[in-house]
């Protein structure tokens, strides 16, 4: 956990490689950060560090296959034929855009609950990590934040595993497994969010505008 600005040095290193939008952004929650401050709230910042995030995505992949792949033996008494390479080189594409697709859910997600709905929505890439990002500038409860921070998760992941092993279409569940996956980050954030203990009568969950993770006010 850090406090107030850029004390973690992932930080100050990722705020030198921030486009003008970005600065933009991080200068508006910032400004609000302090207004808040002043008001008497105090900000605790639970965003996770990528590199960790890209760490439990390699670690989470090995009980993904084996659970996903142990129900489809289970369900079907074997793995039924493997792919081919044109199989393969189209699960990939697909895959491509469903990491955009990803971005997307989290955004209509929060658009349903922000004060300016898509308007308070901003996308961006994380160029020090390829990694694409969505960002709400709005305040949301944690219920909220939660619901879309893991809707993905459950759309792309969950909901095609389960699928893929009822149905036998193995490419189905494969690509679910590697969604599921690549909500690992999204996973972390929302264990923090939950595991942040708070006795406060005021709470204001924010997603941070530039790195992966939310923000906490309360007084």
């Not at 207004?35 to 996770?48: N, P, Q, S």
């Not at 960790?52 to 034929?81: R, S």
């Not at 955009?100 to 929505?121: N, R, T």
Request: with cysteine.
């Amino acid at each position: 956990m850090k406090e107030n600005g850029f004390d973690n040095p992932e930080d100050k290193e990722a705020s030198g490689k921030l486009s003008e939008a970005e600065k933009k952004r991080l200068a508006e929650f910032e400004n609000l950060s302090e207004k808040l401050v002043a008001e008497g709230y105090e900000r605790h910042d639970l965003t996770i560090s990528i590199i960790k995030a890209n760490v439990f995505a390699v670690v989470l992949l090995i009980p993904l296959f084996i659970v996903g792949i142990g129900l489809f033996y289970y369900n079907h008494h074997g793995l039924g034929k493997g792919f081919s390479p044109w199989e393969i080189i189209i699960l990939f594409l697909f895959l491509l855009v469903l990491i955009v697709v990803h971005e997307l859910i989290h955004g209509i997600s929060w658009a349903i609950f922000a004060e300016h709905h898509w308007k308070d929505i901003d996308f961006g890439i994380m160029r020090q990590y390829l990694t694409p990002y969505c960002t709400c500038k709005s305040p949301l409860t944690k219920g909220q934040y939660i619901f879309g921070g893991l809707m993905p998760l459950l759309l792309l992941g969950v909901v095609p595993m389960i699928v893929g092993i009822v149905s036998g279409v193995l490419s189905v569940l494969f690509g679910g497994i590697i969604m599921a996956d690549a909500a690992a980050g999204d996973i972390m954030i929302v264990w923090e969010i939950l595991r942040y203990r708070s006795t406060a009568d005021k709470i204001i969950y924010m997603d941070h505008p530039t790195q992966a993770g939310g923000v906490v006010f309360e007084k």
